[in-house]
């Protein structure tokens, strides 16, 4: 079945393109580019900017580019560049044949620094760190020139020339632009155009470079070389907005793109620093990026989130400029809906507690139908097989309860899931008092309809002892226990609000038997316990390994509504 886009709604960056149209700039062209840093792995917060990018593009008969910002090589490798590709290609995007690096224009972004020295634009810096810091003033007090700013062109371009060449250290000289140290916006207050750094081979380039151009030089001349139209980023970069311009203005590029900010996606109970997801997969707080309670795209696909789900997401908080915090239950609202249409039913007990139906012949065996799907018929039927001994959860048996449980007790009815009405006649306990076994009758003219002028408690699932499968479940929760993990007592730090509960293992579970054929991307219904999928990782060699998705319901709601 193929996955069907939501239609885009509209917002102001929509409004924006629809007016540039209108007035024939760009001469009609749409075309924008997603440009992550190859430096960890992509999460959900890029999700909101690759179905902007690339949809907008999609939508106006454009185009996107995939390009990495590859100019730290320090922090990048080919394994995050590898995984982004795929993430984009899994939420349904291509960029064809347009996948550029930063990397790509080494050689002319260079050239146009030289054509910014030349013009008397930029110059070259002794200053160490710490002193350009002392010297760049604050948001109250302007900055002092530095007192190599006005070294002549012939010895910039000497000294850039060199500093291309290996001849100075990591740190001993940089190239500045000559803007204005006294502006109001620090970013236009002589910014570092390049660093050197040296001892790195990058993915790209190897060893063919020492000295590396920043991004905020780097980023707005790539936009230019790639014909772009918009350039679309969050609202951290709205004061680097006049340098991006600075920048283009100064040297001589075919055409000069229109940057636009909107608001970055923050989700309650997760972080978005991708120096904190660092932290948390290097320093073993989870299992790597792509566990499952991260808010990577790799873990949220590996948990059993759909392309769909997440895209509906995107759409649903919308494009604006205002920052706010989404409720986790919205994205796992999107899940839910999109499951609930599409994913097959089937039953698996998670608590087992044995069943043995005493008047139920001990040899025999029968095979019961049951609908893959309660409200879509042409997912069809299967067969469940059915025995004298079956599997019950343990939560759905009390020995007295109240009116209100609906569940099985002592001397009580209920029915079985597409079977049997059963009774408990007898508990069967070990030394300890624990319950480990229930005696029961069923009535076999009970099959498919209630026994008239009866009172059935309720339904409740099951899998037959003889034929079920076992295996492992995983229930995954919110990593963190606080809406605002970043919210923490002075002296405190983020991870203190990790969730101790956010992975609970259940081991010697039972399935029905059409699960010993699940493949990993197969998605399920277990019936009223949640959504599941087998673990990518660990189900492996037959094992069964299934996620919890989500569950059923929002359980945290009644948290929060409580104020715990």
């Known amino acids: 079945m ?12 929509r409004q924006i393109i ?3 149209l209108q007035s024939g700039k760009n001469e009609g062209r749409v075309h924008t580019r997603f440009p992550p840093e190859p430096n960890g792995y992509l999460h959900i917060g890029h999700a909101k900017s690759i179905v902007l990018n690339f949809g907008v593009a999609e939508d106006y008969r454009g185009k996107c580019n995939l390009r990495f910002d590859d100019t730290n090589p320090h922090k990048e490798n080919v394994e995050f560049v590898e995984n982004i590709q ?8 291509d960029w064809e044949d347009r996948l550029f690096y930063a990397s790509n224009y080494f050689q002319q972004l260079y050239d146009f620094a030289v054509e910014l020295i030349t013009a008397g634009k930029a110059y070259v810096c002794d200053m160490g760190a710490e002193q350009m810091r002392e010297y760049r003033g604050t948001l109250k007090e302007p900055g002092r020139e530095s007192p190599y700013r006005s070294r002549s062109v012939e010895e910039n371009l000497d000294l850039f020339a060199r500093m291309k060449a290996g001849d100075f250290a990591d740190g001993e000289r940089v190239l500045r632009a000559r803007i204005d140290m006294a502006s109001p916006n620090m970013n236009m207050r002589d910014p570092t155009l390049y660093r050197i750094r040296h001892g790195v081979i990058h993915h790209q380039t190897g060893e063919a470079w020492c000295i590396y151009p920043m991004y905020d030089y780097t980023h707005p001349i790539s936009d230019a070389l790639e014909g772009i139209t918009h350039s679309l980023c969050t609202l951290e970069f709205e004061d680097h907005r006049p340098l991006y311009d600075w920048v283009l203005d100064n040297i001589s590029v075919p055409c000069h793109p229109q940057q636009i900010e909107f608001s970055r996606l923050n989700l309650e109970y997760t972080v978005m620093s991708k120096r904190k997801l660092t932290q948390l997969a290097d320093e073993g707080f989870v299992e790597g990026w792509d566990d499952p309670r991260m808010p990577t795209i790799a873990g949220l696909r590996r948990r059993g989130f759909t392309p769909a789900s997440i895209r509906d997401f995107c759409h649903r908080i919308g494009i604006t400029k205002s920052d706010n915090l989404v409720e986790m239950g919205v994205l796992e609202n999107c899940i839910r809906e999109d499951l609930d249409a599409h994913a097959p039913r ?5 608590h087992p507690l044995k069943v043995v139906i005493e008047n139920y012949p001990e040899a025999d065996e029968e095979t019961l139908s049951a609908s893959n799907h309660p409200k879509d018929e042409s997912m069809g039927q299967r067969e469940i097989p059915f025995s004298r001994e079956i ?10 309860a109240n009116k209100k ?4 007790v002592t001397g009580g009815e209920v029915r079985l899931r597409n079977a049997y009405v059963i009774k408990c ?3 069967l306990k070990n030394n300890q008092g624990d319950i480990v076994e229930l005696r029961c009758t069923y009535d076999p003219d009970t099959l498919g309809k209630n026994p008239e002028g009866r009172k059935v408690r309720g339904v409740i699932h099951w899998v037959s002892a003889r034929h079920g499968v076992k295996g492992e479940v995983r229930l995954y929760d919110r990593l963190f226990s606080q809406p605002n993990p970043d919210k923490v007592p002075e002296g405190g730090h983020f991870t203190d609000n990790l969730n101790p509960d956010s992975l609970r293992t259940l081991t010697g579970c039972y399935f029905e038997s059409n699960l010993s054929g699940a493949a990993v991307g197969d998605r399920y219904q277990f019936e009223r316990e949640g959504y599941f999928t087998l673990d990518s990782r660990e189900a492996v060699d037959g094992r069964l390994v299934f996620n919890r998705i989500v569950t059923l319901r929002d359980s945290w709601a009644k948290i929060e509504n409580k104020g715990g």
């Open 425 to 427: 006649e007898e508990v």
């Open 391 to 400: 599997y019950i959860d343990q939560a759905d048996f009390r020995e007295q």
């Open 2 to 13: 193929s996955e069907q886009k939501p239609s885009s709604p509209t917002h102001f960056i």
């Open 405 to 408: 449980y609906k569940r099985l």
């Open 346 to 350: 089937r039953m698996a007990v998670l």
């Open 18 to 20: 629809d007016q540039d």
């Open 86 to 93: 795929k993430d984009v290609h899994w939420l349904g995007f």
